[in-house]
T-cell receptor, first 109, second 114 residues
Framework: GQNIDQPTEMTATEGAIVQINCTYQ??????LFWYQQHAGEAPTFLSY??LDGLEEKGRFSSFLSRSKGYSYLLLKELQMKDSASYLC??????????WGAGTKLIIKP | IAGITQAPTSQILAAGRRMTLRCTQD?????MYWYRQDLGLGLRLIHY???????GKGEVPDGYSVSRANTDDFPLTLASAVPSQTSVYFC?????????????FGEGSRLTVL
């Protein structure tokens, strides 16, 4: 089966670090994406992982463990503008994206 | 036009009416997609097109049809709208259909079927 799990909502403090986890279950795997979506707006691409390990891109990093079916998005030095939903998506064996429901991140001052 | 454009941005529609959501991209991307986004659910693929002249069914195709006459345009048609089709619809494109290209999304079309 194909199932993407991520927490529904998280709260963090401005300036802090937050880790958003995502687990997936599929027989075929062609990569793991993270997208950011501000309320009322379109999703925008953050990261793509196909190999195990950590990919760092400024304040955002994404990690993948294929053997565990697990990824996380790490956001450092949180800013108020980081308040958004973060969508995890796995690319399956047919190169189609299977999307999680998203994690709403609330940043408090 | 810059990127991917959807129209209309919002529409209220009576059940049983026909509706076409328009999507145009100027990035010369081969692949285009239509998703619907509902509260508490992930984006669900309705239809896709890997290249002009070809289309395919996604996860939730029933009640929807698409066409891809050229590279730039990918309209989505609801032949006879029903209330369960109330949703936010996103069109997206990528430059590597069937590959691992990043998706570029339009701003969305909010459709309400009464």
């Amino acid at each position: 089966g194909q199932n993407i799990d991520q927490p529904t909502e998280m709260t963090a403090t401005e300036g802090a670090i937050v880790q958003i986890n995502c687990t997936y279950q599929t027989s075929g795997f062609n990569g793991l994406f993270w997208y950011q979506q501000h309320a009322g707006e379109a999703p925008t691409f953050l990261s793509y992982n196909v190999l195990d390990g950590l990919e760092e891109k400024g304040r955002f990093s994404s990690f993948l463990s294929r053997s565990k079916g697990y990824s996380y998005l790490l956001l450092k030095e949180l800013q108020m503008k980081d308040s958004a939903s973060y969508l995890c998506a796995e690319m399956d064996s047919n190169y189609q994206l299977i999307w999680g429901a998203g994690t709403k991140l609330i940043i408090k001052p | 036009i810059a990127g991917i454009t959807q129209a209309p941005t919002s529409q209220i529609l009576a059940a049983g009416r026909r509706m076409t959501l328009r999507c145009t991209q100027d990035m010369r991307h081969n692949a285009m997609y239509w998703y619907r986004q509902d509260l508490g659910l992930g984006l669900r693929l309705i239809h896709y097109s890997n290249t002009a002249g070809t289309t395919g069914k996604g996860e939730v195709p029933d009640g929807y049809s698409v066409s891809r006459a050229n590279t730039d345009d990918f309209p989505l048609t609801l032949a006879s709208a029903v209330p369960s089709q109330t949703s936010v619809y996103f069109c997206a494109s990528s430059d590597s259909g069937g590959g691992t290209g990043e998706l570029f999304f339009g701003e969305g079309s909010r459709l309400t079927v009464l």
